[in-house]
């Protein structure tokens, strides 16, 4: 009788720890499992992998519909609108921006870990090695910071983005003025660019005091990264020695996520993120990605979309070419997009690849 006890414990034991560990491990694995969105990509839409991607606020509801409304009445698609926040969207806003689009809309949040400070940084070590004395525009907002480095290094790695090999990046208030004759995204795949862009500026130097020396000490650690040939001559007007701060303004992008998800991307937004300059300064996605797309990419791949009139406050593009002209219509110019920028990548298009632009 003892005996039989004896092995009815023992089995009973067994049982307990079996179902602990399916328990623990069940739990685990939910965890570590990233939620499957692959149905977001319809190939019955849209033959490219390509969504519209808006990082909004529930505020800005009345802009971002305008906005819709402009970019699908220039460019009327079938392509599905991702649409991220670092808190939940409200049930109006998601209704109002459904019924907004003429596809479909899917609303998304932000995990806490990619919309804060990295290891190490805290909320006193915001703004520590900006120059004093010289003005940064939103010095004061860490939603802010939060927001660069969202997009400068997690953004493409989203849950809801990753089906989706292009996107379009639009924000809330943005115009757009011209009718478009072509898929943008048709365009990128079918002449293999990267990187798309409209506008391109000079970047506050006190934004960004310290950021081309570490891009300098990058270079120098990571050469195998350094296309050739590259667009060091975009940033550059001394071979590298000085950055002349010319930046694609990232507001609009249309680009390739695989670029960004590649390994030479991911080491370079590292090797910048944990050298802190997106907090201690007020280091911009749009230098980011920018100084990437020139480093790393040969440059035909980068495109300046001449066809896509735009606005982003107090910046607007026009097109200035008789064939694009007839099909738009722009808005009184507050400040108009300058050459001198594009300058340098024209030229450099030119002699590489004979490309006018
Ligand atoms: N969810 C969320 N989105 C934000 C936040 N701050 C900015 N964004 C979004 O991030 C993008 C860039 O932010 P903006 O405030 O437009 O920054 P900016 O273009 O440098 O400055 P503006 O001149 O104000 O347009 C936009 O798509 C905003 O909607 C935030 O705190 N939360
Ligand atoms: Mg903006």
């Not at 500026?201 to 300098?216: A, D, G």
């Not at 990058?218 to 296309?227: E, G, L, V």
């Not at 590298?240 to 010319?246: A, D, I, M």
């Not at 695989?258 to 996605?285: A, C, H, N, P």
């Amino acid at each position: 009788m003892r005996k039989y006890k004896r092995v009815l414990l023992k089995v009973i034991n067994f049982i307990s720890i079996f179902i602990l560990c399916r328990f623990l491990f069940k739990k685990f694995y939910k965890n570590s499992k990233e939620a499957d969105y692959s149905y977001l990509y319809n190939k019955n839409e849209t033959d490219i992998k390509a969504c519209i991607f808006i990082l909004c606020q529930n505020k800005d509801q009345e802009k971002l519909i305008k906005t819709i409304h402009e970019l699908e009445d220039t460019f009327p698609h079938n392509y599905p609108y991702i649409l991220l926040n670092d808190v939940p969207f409200t049930e109006t806003f998601k209704t109002a921006i459904s019924s907004a689009v003429r596809t479909r809309a899917h609303f998304g949040l932000i995990d806490k870990k990619y919309w804060s400070f990295p290891k190490g940084i805290t909320k006193k070590d915001v703004g520590k090695n900006l120059i004093p004395g010289q003005f940064v525009l939103f010095n004061d907002r860490i939603s802010y910071r939060h927001m660069c480095r969202f997009e400068s290094g997690f953004f493409y790695n989203h849950p809801m983005l990753k089906p989706f090999d292009y996107y379009w990046r639009v924000e809330p208030g943005v115009g757009f003025h011209c009718k478009l004759q072509e898929d943008p995204f048709k365009f990128m795949r079918d002449n293999n660019k990267i990187y798309g862009y409209v506008i391109s500026l000079i970047e506050l130097k006190s934004t960004v005091p310290h950021l081309w020396e570490t891009v300098k000490e990058f270079m120098r650690k990571y050469p195998q990264y350094i296309a050739n040939p590259n667009s060091l001559d975009f940033l550059s007007h001394d071979n590298g020695k000085t950055w002349n701060l010319c930046h694609f303004w990232s507001n609009f992008e249309i680009a390739d996520m695989r670029f960004f998800r590649s390994e030479k991307y991911e080491t370079f937004f590292k090797f910048l993120d944990e050298k802190g300059g997106i907090y201690y300064e007020r280091w911009g996605d749009a230098p980011i990605h920018s100084i990437a797309a020139s480093l790393f990419l040969e440059p035909d791949k980068i495109h300046f979309f001449k066809n896509i009139g735009y606005t982003h406050w107090p910046v607007t593009y026009c097109p200035d070419d008789p064939l694009i002209t007839p099909h738009c219509q722009c808005p009184e110019i507050i400040d108009e997009a300058r050459d001198t920028c594009n300058r340098n990548l024209f030229r450099l298009q030119k002699k590489l690849y004979g490309i006018q632009n």
